[in-house]
């Protein structure tokens, strides 16, 4: 009975002198029920929404077993309360965020007193979901060396395949107040592991080893699966449900983070608390690290152009600027001459200036072009000529100093650059007729650069250049980059994507100067190429596509070869090569080799198109 325990039995009397005194109505049942609250679980805290019942209040004596610990970053340790409910939306685990270095060791039983709360990383205006934890803690250690909790074991049966519930309109396209469907939705499914033990078996890397340790991986290996071992985002629902991140709790001094490349495998079990960060969201923090096993991967090298075919290539070299080591020049070189067989005509974006992020006015790359294409010969390649246009200081985005900028490199040998008046950095280039063709009034010239869509944006090189007596117009663009754009996990469902818009009118411009071109010669051969920072499916690539103007030649391959770039575990496209209407047979190449490897010359993969005009 009630009254055998005794607790139960204090409060009986208590009940009773209450009554008696007229300070307590109703039965004594009911009023034991109002003191003997059961004490408040992590289950309480989490709740069955992303956003804790008990947010910004105040817990005592909170209970579970310690199954993490970690002593750098956002220090702190998880734990998790062993008697789960029966609810699968409450999570069992929770982040205990210490500041300093947690004097708790995995294993421990604790009892924790703080302040719930919720943190989003990367703040609040990023969009960003939120960790469910309890701060500024008081921490006692009731016994050590215990059994941890089952891990849940998360695998491609446990991970639904719909990605995420449509935001709530009442609260700004917001999932934050939704209950959570862990059948349904994947995110719901993470968020409803957030903090606990989870395990996964045998896992396919997607996404590279990179500086800051971590490494991305797929429970679900048929999920959009590509020849070379990734995982394909080819459209806004294509979000790959199996993706993970994973990180390790070891201090790289103790345990260096294993290399992997993408297509090498996660062997064995890896096992530790499900973290949410800023740089990619739900990420397993393993507390046990698998083993990777090597895959064959292996950097690609695209055919050689004929004699007759015209070979452009597009490549973004990442900041390339004199500073840089002689290696990374020598390395971007043999690429060049080697995987990409030396094209006729080089696009590069990303060439900084001669002293690099060196912020003192420096404009003129002259010196790191020199030094790159002096490389190139070393390796056995042809004797480039460039043309590009300074940009002003600071004006074009990038790193501040790098005044970076796009460069044509081409081979004399094989093709000729038409100069025409060349422009400069204000000075917009024009289209006008000559000899019943299209020429430009300026090349190399710059395209509408007032307009205020390059704000802080590089903005496009056009040059003229003949082929065995065919001219041949290229638009080298580097638009606007994706930076502040909401992640895939942001609680904003569909995440906001507000970088699209500058992209937008960018490509815009570059339709409106290609039709321009057209106008003149409906029978020109043009390429807008470069790093388009956008995908081959985004309004970005269908306003460059506008009217038929120009076509995302990428979208000649097979669905499962269009990448050039891994972001997150996702196989995406960010360059691109478009043609005009008469570039009719061409072979378009994605060559891989970067990308998908943990040690890479740039982040982008470069495209090549051959043709014949």
């Given at each position: 009975m009630r009254s055998s325990h005794p607790r139960s039995a204090a409060v009986a009397a208590l009940v009773a002198t209450a009554l008696a005194s007229g300070l307590l109505a109703g039965t004594a049942d009911a009023a034991e029920g109002a003191v003997s609250a059961d004490p408040v679980r992590i289950h309480d805290i989490q709740g069955t929404t992303r956003i804790s019942p008990l947010n910004g209040k105040a817990v005592a004596d909170v209970q579970g077993i310690v199954t993490g610990v970690r002593t750098f970053g956002s220090r702190g340790f998880w734990i998790q309360d062993p008697d789960a409910d029966d609810s699968p939306a409450t999570s069992e685990g929770i982040f205990v965020f210490t500041s300093s270095v947690p004097t708790v060791a995995v294993g421990d039983a604790v009892k924790v007193s703080g302040t719930v709360g919720e943190y989003v990383p990367g703040g609040a205006a990023s969009g960003n979901q939120s960790v469910t934890q309890i701060a500024k803690p008081t921490v006692t250690v009731v016994s050590k060396d215990n059994a941890l909790p089952e891990a849940t074991v998360i695998n491609e049966y446990s991970v639904p395949a719909e990605y995420a519930p449509a935001g709530d309109p009442a609260a700004g396209g917001s999932i934050n107040g939704l209950t959570l469907d862990p059948s349904r939705y994947a995110l719901d499914y993470?968020?409803?592991?957030?903090?606990?033990?989870?395990?996964?078996?045998?896992s396919r890397v997607v996404g590279a080893t990179d500086p800051y340790a971590e490494m991305w991986v797929t429970v679900k290996g048929w999920e959009n699966t590509v020849k070379r071992g990734g995982t394909l985002y080819g459209s806004y629902e294509s979000q790959n449900t199996g993706r993970l991140q994973v990180q390790q709790l070891t201090p790289l001094a103790q345990q260096p983070f294993p290399v992997a490349n993408v297509g090498d495998r996660l062997t064995g079990t890896t096992e530790g608390p499900l973290d949410f960060n800023q740089f990619g969201g739900y990420t397993l923090v393993a507390r046990t690290l698998g083993t990777v096993k090597a895959g064959a991967l292996a950097p690609e090298k695209t055919k050689a152009q004929?004699?007759?075919?015209?070979?452009?290539?597009?490549?973004?070299?990442?900041?390339?600027?004199?500073?840089?080591?002689?290696?990374?020049?020598?390395?971007?070189?043999k690429a060049v001459?080697?995987?990409?067989?030396?094209?006729?005509?080089v696009a590069l974006e990303e060439i900084q200036d001669d002293n690099g992020a060196k912020n003192d006015g420096t404009v003129s790359a002259e010196e790191t072009i020199k030094k790159f294409t002096?490389?190139?010969?070393?390796?056995?390649?042809?004797?480039?000529?460039?043309?590009?246009?300074s940009p002003e200081n600071n004006k074009d985005g990038g790193e501040p100093g790098g005044n970076i900028r796009q460069v044509f490199l081409f081979n004399p040998a094989r093709v000729s650059f038409t100069d025409r008046a060349a422009g400069d950095a204000l000075t917009a280039t024009g289209?006008?007729?000559?000899?019943?063709?299209?020429?430009?009034?300026h090349s190399p010239g710059r395209i509408d650069p007032a307009n205020p869509a390059w704000t802080d944006s590089r903005k496009p090189l056009a040059g003229e250049f003949?082929?065995?007596?065919?001219?041949?117009?290229?638009?080298?663009?580097?638009?606007?980059?994706?930076?502040?754009?909401?992640?895939?996990?942001s609680q904003h469902q569909p995440p906001v994507r507000k970088s699209e818009e500058k992209r937008l009118l960018q490509a815009q411009a570059v339709n409106t100067f290609v039709k321009q071109i057209l106008a003149a010669d409906k029978n020109a051969d043009v390429l807008a190429l470069g790093d388009i920072n956008d995908f081959e499916f985004s309004n970005t690539a269908k306003a460059l596509e506008d009217g038929g103007a120009l076509f995302s030649a990428i979208k000649s391959l097979p669905k499962a070869e269009r990448y050039s770039y891994v972001y997150q575990g996702n196989a995406q496209v960010l360059d691109q090569i478009l043609v005009s209407p008469a570039i009719k047979n061409y072979a378009y190449d994605s060559v891989h080799i970067n990308a998908e490897f943990s040690v890479q010359n740039s982040d982008h993969d470069p495209q090549v198109l051959r043709f014949r005009p």
């Open positions: 993470y968020e409803s592991l957030e903090g606990m033990n989870v395990r996964i078996g045998n004929s004699p007759g075919e015209l070979a452009v290539a597009t490549y973004n070299v990442e900041n390339l600027d004199p500073t840089d080591p002689q290696e990374k020049f020598d390395n971007l070189a001459v080697q995987n990409l067989a030396s094209p006729d005509i002096a490389a190139i010969a070393a390796a056995g390649g042809p004797a480039y000529q460039w043309r590009s246009i289209v006008e007729r000559e000899n019943g063709k299209a020429a430009l009034t003949v082929f065995r007596g065919r001219t041949v117009f290229v638009i080298a663009n580097h638009f606007s980059s994706k930076g502040g754009d909401e992640g895939l996990t």
